[in-house]
Structure formats: C-alpha cells, structure tokens
C-alpha cells in the first residue's frame, strides 16, 4: 500500500510529522509520501514558492528515513487536483492500492474537491482528529471503514478514521506568529526554522 499524504505545506511542521508517524504504526505502512501541492486549489497562493516549500518538507523529513518526499505535484506545475495525483500514481504503479492521508478540517472540505467520487474509486483515505474540528459525517457515510473490516483488504473506496493525539500546530499560526516575530512555540522542526530564519521567510 501506498500512503499519500498532500498539503501545501507552507510550512510544513511538527503536526504533520506526528499525523505521519502515528498513521504509519497504526496502518503499518512501510512508508509514508509526503506530496507538496504546486498551486493549491482551494487556498491563496503561498507567498513561498513551491520548490522552497519542497526543501523545507525535505529537511523536516531528514530524520525519519520512512518518510519521503514525493514532489509529482510540483513537477507537473499547474493546480494540484488530488484527481490528476491519483490518477498518475494509479498509472505508474497499477498493482499498488493507494491510501490518501488527511486531516478532519481537508476532509470536511471534501466535497467541494474535483472529481471527490473519482478520487474514491481509486484510493482508501485515512482522516486524522485535528482538535476543534468535528469530523462532518455526511461526508460519503456509505464508505465509512466498519470495526470489523481492515484497511488492506480493500484496494479503494473506503474511508478509516484515526484518532491521533492531540497536535494543535497550524501552518496559518506558523506564519502569523513569524510575521509577528513572536516565537513559533515547538511546532518548527529546528532545521526548518533555522532555513526560514536565515532567509527571511515569511516575514512579510
Ligand atoms: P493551514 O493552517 O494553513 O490550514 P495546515 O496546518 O492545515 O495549514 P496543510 O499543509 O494545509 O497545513 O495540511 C496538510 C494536511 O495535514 C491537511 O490534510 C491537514 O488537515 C493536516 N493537518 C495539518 N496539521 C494538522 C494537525 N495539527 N493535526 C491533524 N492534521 C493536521
């Protein structure tokens, strides 16, 4: 199984990692991708541009040798649907089942995704717990992962829930608590916080 797990990541921080590690030991998956949109669909574009927020995922990730970049978004420039990702990976590796990963608030906004019924039929979805953020259960209930089911035994189509422990980081506190110059409270992993420093990022 393939694990998926897209944002814009401007910046990338200690939520993200956690999401990651903790959907890697309950699933069991080998590895996790860590895909940087190029242009995010449904945010303003990031005042840093993509390949900067690519080397901020690369050194956040330095220490965690089971998860890794994936940078197809970037490379293929233009809105980065999850449709167009999905429909690639499932092309380059016919054989594999593909899980996408995402928090409660990206799930809630599902719906209003392109094409959300052709992402489905072709990945499973694991949704993580972020706090103040009640999961929206009428978001394809139908598909909704049943206790007595496993993840692995579907190639597609159904949605598992995580409850993960709870991280309160946000890239939109990040950078206002930057802009503000106030202290970015332990949600930077040290070498990106040190990368935005030394080039002044965002400040503006
Ligand atoms: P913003 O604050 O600008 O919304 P973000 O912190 O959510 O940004 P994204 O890059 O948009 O960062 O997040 C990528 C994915 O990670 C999304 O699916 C989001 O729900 C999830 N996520 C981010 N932070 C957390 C967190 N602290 N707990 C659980 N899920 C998270």
Redesign the pocket.
């Known amino acids: 199984m393939i694990a998926l ?6 910046p990338v ?1 200690e ?2 990692i956690s ?1 990651a590690l903790e959907v890697k030991e309950a699933f069991n998956f080998e590895s996790i991708e860590f895909l940087p949109s190029y242009i995010s669909v449904h945010r303003e574009t990031p005042e840093v541009s993509a390949e900067i927020r690519k080397h901020l995922v690369e050194l956040a990730l330095q220490p965690y040798p089971d998860l890794i970049l994936n940078s197809c978004e970037i490379d293929r420039h233009g809105p980065s649907y999850a449709i167009d990702t999905v429909q690639f990976m499932t092309q380059k590796f016919p054989q594999q089942s593909i899980c996408w990963l ?5 799930f809630n906004s599902l719906l209003s995704w392109k094409n959300p019924q052709g992402i489905l039929q072709k990945v499973n979805m694991i949704v ?3 706090p103040d953020i009640k999961i929206d259960s009428s978001v394809f209930p139908s598909h909704y992962l049943n206790k007595n089911e496993s993840l692995s035994d579907f190639k597609s189509g159904r949605i598992a829930f995580h409850e ?1 422990q709870p ?7 990040i950078r206002r608590q930057l802009k503000q110059q106030l202290s970015v409270s332990g949600c930077l992993p040290q070498p990106v916080l040190e990368f935005i420093q030394r080039n002044e990022l965002y400040k503006t």
């Open positions: 797990f897209g944002g814009t990541f401007n921080h939520g993200h999401l995402m928090g409660a608030d990206s993580c717990t972020r993960m991280n309160r980081c946000s890239s939109t506190d």
